[in-house]
């Protein structure tokens, strides 16, 4: 179970992914995603996700949200019934199909594949803003490495316990 985008409709997670889905969704685009931050959390944009998703989920209705793991999936984003799709390069979500980006198959989700280069944006807001997501994922790959890195570690494990 997760959360309906209460612009959108297009279902979440949870709490965090639509935050994410909001702020990105608006500062890219704009529009109707802006507007309805604008009206309900006048810093969205300088907060951290879990607390746009403390202000944002109590207008959010439920939503089914099929969660699917990457093992039993070909690799690519699930699909979360955005639509008629099968695989992970033809598959469709939020009024587009994979197919008309050219993708190849089992792009790397870190490389940043189908994201246009800030470089190459006309808009420098835009621009700035895939600058700005690009920077955050890389800071979570950063955590998520050292966090696997911990769990791999055994000595680390033996480290928590003396302390």
């Not at 969205?44 to 944002?56: G, H, N, T």
């Not at 835009?126 to 769990?151: F, P, S």
Request: charged share 35%; aromatic share 4%.
């Amino acid at each position: 179970m997760g959360y309906a985008c209460p612009v959108c409709d297009t279902p979440q997670r949870d709490g965090e992914h639509l935050a994410h889905h909001l702020a990105f969704t608006a500062m890219l685009h704009g529009g109707d995603h802006a507007d309805w931050l604008d009206e309900r959390v006048d810093d969205w944009s300088e907060r951290e996700p879990a607390q746009l998703a403390a202000e944002v989920t109590p207008h959010a209705d439920d939503a089914e949200y099929d969660e699917v793991f990457e093992d039993t999936v070909p690799r690519g984003r699930p699909d979360v019934g955005m639509g008629s799709g099968g695989g992970a390069a033809g598959h469709e979500h939020a009024g587009h199909d994979h197919a008309d980006h050219g993708h190849g198959a089992d792009p790397d989700p870190a490389s940043g594949a189908g994201v246009p280069d800030p470089e190459s944006v006309d808009d420098p807001e835009v621009a700035e803003a895939l600058r700005e997501a690009r920077e955050m994922t890389r800071k979570a790959q950063e955590q998520e490495n050292d966090t696997d890195a911990d769990a791999d570690d055994p000595d680390s494990a033996d480290d928590d316990r003396d302390s």
